[in-house]
């Protein structure tokens, strides 16, 4: 489903640039800073922060007076995950398998064609904590690669084509007919491998996990460092394409061929 271009509210425009801002960067903003970004007076930045406060979207520093994010939206973030039915299966195997490979796994899902939702994450690796629950762009992760694989082959280029791809690291891939052909290979092989696509310091390994009519609904991924992968490659992969399965055989899919 594609975004709607009807006319939206400007001061709930300006509220959402506001939440979105605190997220992105983490900082604090004071009064002046906010009316600033959004561009409206003192007195109804005022007005806004207390809708804010007291709905448990912003939180104040009572000692610096400026204000963060507050605990609502990590709880309807949190929400969120569970409009996916597969969630408790798919996080019964996740813990289990990050575990026991001591690595982070991710499950995920796609927005529209651009972006991937990491709704589910245990992290039991050793390398440094990596943010999660942010959207990815898809075509330069593996995760997302998994996901627009099992989309119409024509819709997915015809995005591609319109979208504007960024080359977030030198191993980006931005080349239509070369991300057209990995997605092909993909199908072919059920899982692939991203090398620092997104973040240079991560490889990252993902199948697809489909539900009982054979739909793709969500990717399922390691994400660990090149040093792991050059000693663990063949063992990581083999795990997460019989975990993907494994979750997708629970979901009801029992035609899944050959492993």
């Known amino acids: 489903m594609r975004r709607s271009n009807a006319p939206s509210s400007q001061s709930l425009d300006r509220a959402l640039r506001l939440l979105d801002r605190l997220a992105s960067t983490g900082a604090e903003m004071s009064v002046a800073d906010i009316c600033a970004f959004t561009e409206i007076s003192k007195s109804t930045a005022y007005s806004m922060i207390q809708s804010f406060l007291a709905a448990g979207y912003l939180e104040r520093n009572g000692e610096s007076g400026k204000y963060s994010l507050g605990y609502k939206l990590y709880e309807n973030g949190m929400a969120y995950r569970y409009k996916f039915p597969f969630i408790h299966v798919a996080s019964k195997h996740a813990h289990m398998y990050s575990q026991k490979y001591a690595t982070r796994v991710t499950v995920s899902v796609l927005y529209e064609f651009d972006k991937v939702v990491q709704i589910l ?84 390994i993902s199948a697809p996990i489909f ?49």
């Open 211 to 259: 539900d009982m009519p054979g739909r793709c609904v969500a990717s399922f991924s390691f994400q660990t460092s090149p040093e792991d992968m050059d000693v663990r490659g063949t063992e990581l992969v083999t795990a997460v394409k019989l975990a993907a399965r494994s979750i997708s055989s629970e979901l009801g899919n029992k035609d899944l061929g050959e492993f």
């Open 121 to 204: 994450t245990f992290d039991s690796s050793p390398i440094p904590d990596m943010a999660w629950g942010y959207a990815l762009p898809s075509y330069a992760s593996a995760m997302g690669k998994t996901l627009l694989a099992y989309q119409d082959e024509e819709q997915v280029y015809d995005w591609l084509e319109s979208a504007k791809l960024i080359k977030y690291t030198p191993t980006t891939v931005t080349d239509i007919d070369v991300i057209m052909n990995q997605l092909r290979k993909l199908r072919k092989n059920g899982y692939f491998v991203a090398y620092g696509e997104y973040n240079p310091a991560r490889v990252c």
